[in-house]
């Protein structure tokens, strides 16, 4: 099956500066690649997503960049702001979102 | 958009007892749904995956009888915590799956504490 590794575990960034969170896949037929965001004591919610046949994807000051070649991908966050503060998981799938291997999670803390 | 309804959001029961927590789907038709445990500042924990009509497929080291899920309709997955111990207090989170949308839509989590 699918292994899904996501790092760093915890990440502390000044605000206005950007926050990078990176995870790896291990299986190569994965095509698809959701983020969540979890808000302290409330659900996980779909912040973004990205499907293998593009490299890049941006809503405002969210992106996630997509390397097949590598089997990896990553969240960036710019300008980050006290509410981005959340953990984030990553997820990849092969078959879409009703079979998702999700990361383990990163806690970014954004330091007003 | 999809919406997942989660209750309840908080249970306190006695050691022994056996609890009950509900996810629906409230938009959409959700032909699976997912049961995940979540310890404080630790990852989703996929316990279960739970097809509308037919038995639930459980992770490796999750007890069935232990965690016992029911997916009715489909709109409706219930998973029933029986004879809970106090090492059961946990985050449970369900989520649902709209083939309509390919989106995974999480309920809102109910926090279990057993004394």
């Known amino acids: 099956g699918e292994n899904v590794e996501q790092h760093p575990s915890t990440l502390s960034v000044q605000e206005g500066d950007s926050a990078v969170i990176k995870c790896t896949y291990s299986d190569s037929a994965s095509n698809y690649f959701p983020w969540y965001k979890q808000e302290l004591g409330k659900r996980p919610q779909l912040i973004i997503d990205i499907r293998s046949n593009v490299g890049e994807k941006k809503d405002q000051r969210i992106a996630v960049t997509l390397n097949k070649t590598a089997k990896h991908f990553s969240l960036h966050i710019t300008e980050t702001q006290p509410e981005d503060s959340a953990v984030y998981f990553c997820?990849?799938?092969?078959?879409?979102?009703?079979?998702?291997?999700f990361g383990t999670g990163t806690r970014l803390t954004v330091i007003p | 958009g999809a919406v997942v309804s989660q209750h309840p959001s908080r249970v306190i029961c006695k050691s022994g007892t056996s609890v009950k927590i509900e996810c629906r789907s409230l938009d959409f038709q959700a032909t699976t749904m997912f049961w995940y445990r979540q310890f404080p500042k630790q990852s989703l924990m996929l316990m279960a995956t739970?097809?509308?009509?037919?038995?639930?497929?459980?992770e490796q080291g999750v007890e069935k009888d232990k965690f016992l899920i029911n997916h009715a309709s489909l709109t409706l997955s219930t998973l029933t915590v029986t004879s809970a111990h106090p090492e059961d207090s946990s985050f449970y989170i369900c989520?649902?799956?709209?083939?309509?949308?390919?989106?995974?839509?999480f309920g809102a989590g109910s926090r279990l504490t057993v004394l």
């Open positions: 739970s097809n509308e009509g037919s038995k639930a497929t459980y």
């Open positions: 997820a990849a799938s092969r078959t879409g979102a009703n079979n998702l291997f």
């Open positions: 989520s649902a799956y709209s083939s309509g949308a390919n989106v995974l839509t």
